[in-house]
């Protein structure tokens, strides 16, 4: 049992063009997150949702468009990808949304922009 | 603001020596919590523990143990015994009741040589 799934696990596609990363979580959590990890292994948040609400933006392009159709999934849809968006895109997912709790993370979908 | 100071960019040890990573954090926060999660070549984020700002006990579990310090702001994190299945990148991180976000820091890479 799988408890935070993204899919793809690998992404690779031309510049400009627009994708998607899917994520569910079946741990009955109340808060999703993405997370971006750069080529030096630095995490940096992009997102946050709790209850399908956003609560944390931290100033991504708005190429980036999170969507949260229900509690339990989190997808990040990416437009006009680029080349500096090459990176590890991890979905995570915690029961409370006031950081005490930890956070479950997906295996990471490796996007590569050529 | 919220930061997490991991000094220590890459370490190498021969197996079965002992090995600290440290950690050092900044927050106004009275109430926070710091994490350590593991990340091994499979690229997974795994959980490794939890502590909140009220309890200063440290933790061993197994081979690993934790000093917290809130007079140095520091959370370090010992192996003992060093294993080559030891090797990963491991992360410190952060967060408050304030903010709705666990905030890494940019991570030690460690090696163990056989």
């Known amino acids: 049992d799988t408890a935070v799934s993204q899919t793809p696990k690998y992404l690779v596609t031309q510049m400009g063009n627009d994708k998607s990363i899917k994520c569910e979580q079946n741990?009955?959590?109340?808060?999703m997150y993405w997370y971006k990890q750069d080529s030096k292994k630095f995490l940096k948040i992009m997102f946050s949702?709790?209850?399908?609400?956003?609560?944390i933006n931290e100033t991504v392009p708005n190429r980036f468009s999170p969507k949260s159709p229900d509690k339990a999934h989190l997808n990040l849809h990416i437009n006009s990808l680029e080349l500096g968006d090459s990176a590890v895109y991890f979905c995570?997912?915690?029961?409370?949304?006031?950081?005490?709790?930890?956070?479950?993370f997906g295996q990471g979908t490796r996007l590569t922009v050529v | 603001a919220q930061k997490v100071t991991q000094a220590q960019t890459e370490i190498s040890v021969v197996e079965k020596e002992d090995v600290t990573l440290d950690c050092v954090y900044e927050?106004?926060?009275?109430?926070?919590?710091l994490f350590w999660y593991k990340q091994p070549p499979s690229g997974e984020l795994v959980f490794l523990i939890r502590?909140?700002?009220?309890?200063?006990q440290n933790e061993i579990s197994g081979r690993y143990s934790w000093n917290f310090q809130k007079s140095t702001s520091s959370f370090n994190f010992t192996i003992t015994a060093s294993q080559v299945v030891d090797s990963a990148v491991y992360f410190c991180?952060?967060?408050?009741?304030?903010?709705?976000?666990?905030?890494f820091g940019k991570g030690t890479r460690l090696h163990i040589l056989p």
């Open positions: 995570a997912s915690s029961q409370d949304r006031d950081g005490g709790d930890k956070a479950f």
């Open positions: 741990l009955g959590h109340d808060t």
């Open positions: 949702y709790n209850n399908k609400e956003l609560i």
């Open positions: 927050t106004r926060d009275t109430t926070y919590y």
């Open positions: 502590r909140n700002s009220f309890d200063e």
């Open positions: 991180a952060l967060s408050s009741n304030r903010d709705d976000k666990i905030i």
